[in-house]
């Protein structure tokens, strides 16, 4: 059973671009929610979707949006990038709520 | 909002000890998961507790989650370099499901 995948795996920028990260989910989970990990700030919750509708969202500006397809891939996109969004990018699917969440291999994004 | 403590921040034991880290809530805890993450990489899914009083074993890694759901333990027992890495507790926001608030992680190595 093929786990979360998450493309790609590096990604350099340069500030003002944007930028465009992709997760495909373990095949049959519905819900797929993004979190952005930084040596400062430790493990944060970016947005979640279920069935292509986003349910939470965590604290971040909107320069930070994501999107969900049918087929339950999700993507996020970081507009006008700054140099304090060089972050590890994880994405995590689960089933349902409560029955635990897989992690990908993350994106490893630097803005220069 | 959520906050999760761990302890210690880091630690380094000699092959073969036992050891043990801590994950502190500030609320009541739902949905208790311990992740082990490698530099740099995704999140491998340890455990995950629910209900006070309970304990699940996987090889040599012990977790409980206490009685009034406020505190959680994460024991290695004969450590190997294998167990080297950050380990971090998550918990499901009490208002929002699908929402994984992170503790700070605890970074462990192991000496030969």
């Known amino acids: 059973k093929a786990g979360v995948t998450q493309t790609p795996r590096y990604l350099i920028k340069t500030r003002g671009q944007q930028v465009t990260l992709s997760c495909s989910p373990i095949?049959?989970?519905?819900?797929v929610s993004w979190y952005q990990q930084t040596p400062g700030q430790g493990l944060q919750f970016l947005f979640e979707?279920?069935?292509?509708?986003?349910?939470n969202k965590g604290n971040f500006p909107g320069r930070f949006s994501g999107r969900q397809f049918s087929n339950s891939r999700s993507e996020m996109n970081v507009s006008t990038l700054e140099l304090g969004d060089s972050a590890l990018y994880l994405c995590?699917?689960?089933?349902?709520?409560?029955?635990?969440?897989?992690f990908g291999s993350g994106t490893r994004l630097t803005v220069v | 909002s959520q906050e999760l403590e761990q302890s210690p921040q880091s630690l380094i034991v000699q092959e073969g000890k036992n050891l043990t880290i801590n994950c502190t809530s500030s609320?009541?805890?739902?949905?208790l998961y311990w992740y082990k993450q490698k530099y740099g990489e995704g999140l491998i899914f340890l455990m995950m507790?629910?209900?006070?009083?309970e304990e699940k074993s996987h090889e040599k890694i012990t977790a409980k989650l206490d009685e009034k759901k406020q505190q959680s333990s994460l024991h290695i027992t004969a450590s190997q370099p294998s167990h080297a890495g950050i380990y971090l507790c998550?918990?499901?926001?009490?208002?929002?499901?699908?929402?994984?608030?992170f503790g700070t992680g605890t970074r462990l190595q192991v000496t030969l």
């Open positions: 995590a699917s689960s089933l349902v709520a409560n029955y635990g969440y897989t």
């Open positions: 095949s049959g989970h519905r819900s």
């Open positions: 979707y279920f069935s292509e509708t986003q349910r």
């Open positions: 609320k009541t805890l739902y949905g």
């Open positions: 507790l629910q209900k006070g009083g």
């Open positions: 998550g918990a499901e926001d009490t208002g929002t499901a699908s929402k994984l608030t």
